[in-house]
């Protein structure tokens, strides 16, 4: 016996095909790394170069800065939740995961040509931040606060220079001086060296 067809009304138009919308970021992801500005990135080119029509893009996304913002989320990876037993394990853990992701030739040599441009683009890097950058930043700062709460670093030092002082040097080797190697161990490097200069004195 056959189901009996649902009565609710079909909808139209064709479902969204997950293999174009790899197709469609795939292509910007070549135009990028071949050269291609944000900014010189256009719809038509995109699909032309994914080998879709121009309508199937904006079926899927309603303009350039939304699909670059898919763009970007498409190099990243979930991060790994502290495991919340030692402040200085789990600040390790966090520039750890900034290490491997700045290894990862493609995803810093994109981020590099991004980040460069971004200053023409405010709307598209505000939108980066606030879905990709900021979440981090929180894990981060709430790794920051239990340290306080700890003891394990003073507290009157403000934890968003300090933040900046853990990320930074990680964040520069990664993408603004791509010829620095990134060697196991840095975070570990990083993390002691820091938290030397910001534990509680005597």
């Known amino acids: 016996m056959t189901a009996p067809e649902s009565s609710a009304p079909r909808l139209r138009g064709r479902p969204r095909s ?9 292509a910007a992801l070549r135009l990028l790394e ?3 500005s944000v900014g010189g990135l256009s719809i038509e080119g995109i ?16 303009g350039k800065d939304a699909l670059m913002l898919d763009v970007l989320r498409s190099l990243e990876e979930p991060s ?16 750890e995961f900034m290490r491997r992701r700045g290894l990862a030739k493609r995803h810093s040599a994109l981020l590099r040509n991004v980040i460069t441009q ?4 405010k709307e598209l890097w505000r939108a980066y931040d606030e879905n990709v950058i900021a979440a981090r930043r929180a894990t981060l700062r709430a790794v920051l606060r239990r340290g306080r709460e700890s003891g394990e ?8 220079l300090l933040a900046d002082l853990f990320t930074g040097p990680m964040l520069a080797r990664a993408m603004l001086h791509e010829w620095k190697e990134l ?3 840095l975070a570990e ?7 030397e200069g910001v534990s509680p004195r005597g």
């Open 18 to 26: 997950p293999a174009a919308d790899a197709a469609i970021i795939e």
């Open 34 to 36: 071949e050269g291609a």
């Open 47 to 62: 699909a032309r170069e994914a080998g879709v029509g121009k309508a199937t893009v904006y079926r899927r996304w309603p």
């Open 80 to 95: 790994p939740e502290p495991a919340g037993v030692s402040v200085r394990d789990d600040l390790v853990t966090v520039l």
């Open 118 to 121: 971004m200053h023409a683009h």
């Open 153 to 160: 670093i003073r507290a009157d030092v403000d934890l968003e």
């Open 183 to 185: 060697p196991d161990g």
């Open 189 to 195: 490097r990083i993390v002691d060296t820091v938290l």
